[in-house]
């Protein structure tokens, strides 16, 4: 959990992603606070004591990629999943998240916010922003499917989620929203077939604290795109349908030390 300027809802977070309850899966939090302003190191210090709480204190914000490629260091689960202190997402959605992988059907998972009838974003108070955004994430997902081969409906979903070893090995370096284009791209390019699961999602606004930037940002995420179509990557991995197989004995729901990384 990536967390910088949330004292509103950090701790609201914090107490449900603990609170999940997924029979024979225990859940380490790892909480990436990056010295916020708002008094947010304060609130999430609180937890430091909780023996499921991994607590990471930054010296100074680099952006949410830093912060999340932070938490996968200190990680020691089997499966990670990426986790947002800003309750746009639901903590109910991790049980059908993380099915898949521990059946062994697949090793990576995508959380689609797209339901038939709805708009990805709709935002209280605003009417223009969400339906410019909606319209961008479309013609964003369509240049990542034919850079990259795929028909993925959101990639760009906070809810990655993906077995531990999927990342051995891989160097990652984004630094701000960058980093939900470099972790899909270099997972599929790894030859990971994500599939997407339809989860809850209800969008803040900017004036609710959401900190993409509308000109800085979306420059970036093109740039990512190319950028990590063509970098170099460790030897692809074997079939992951393979790979799941191989790994079946250690995700199986009858092992209780089972972890889940947020």
């Avoid at 609130?43 to 912060?67: C, S, W």
């Avoid at 935002?123 to 795929?150: K, L, Q």
């Avoid at 795109?225 to 004995?249: G, H, I, V, W």
Wanted: charged fraction near 30%; charge should be neutral.
């Amino acid at each position: 959990m990536a967390v910088y300027n949330e004292a509103k809802t950090v701790a609201t977070a914090i107490e449900r992603a603990l609170a999940v309850d997924i029979p024979d899966v225990d859940v380490e939090l790892v909480v990436v606070e990056s010295n916020s302003s708002d008094g947010t190191r304060s609130i999430v210090a609180r937890y430091a004591a909780d023996g499921r709480v991994r607590l990471v204190l930054q010296d100074a914000p680099r952006g949410k990629g830093a912060a999340v490629r932070e938490g996968f260091r200190h990680a020691t689960g089997g499966i990670i999943l990426i986790q947002d202190a800003d309750l746009e997402y639901s903590v109910d959605d991790y049980p059908k998240l993380i099915e898949p992988i521990m059946r062994g059907d697949v090793d990576f998972t995508l959380g689609s916010r797209h339901a038939p009838g709805r708009s990805v974003r709709v935002m209280d108070g605003t009417r223009m922003v969400a339906p410019i955004m909606n319209t961008a994430h479309w013609v964003f997902t369509w240049f990542f499917n034919v850079t990259y081969g795929t028909r993925l409906r959101d990639p760009f979903t906070m809810y990655k989620v993906f077995r531990s070893e999927c990342i051995e090995g891989v160097e990652f370096v984004a630094d701000r929203f960058d980093f939900d284009w470099e972790l899909a791209a270099k997972l599929v390019r790894l030859g990971y077939k994500p599939i997407e699961i339809p989860v809850e999602y209800k969008a803040r606004s900017f004036h609710g604290g959401k900190k993409v930037r509308f000109f800085r940002d979306p420059p970036t995420w093109i740039v990512a795109c190319l950028r990590f179509r063509f970098c170099s990557l460790p030897a692809q991995r074997r079939d992951p349908r393979t790979d799941a197989d191989r790994a079946r004995s250690d995700l199986l729901p009858e092992r209780a030390s089972d972890a889940l990384d947020g």
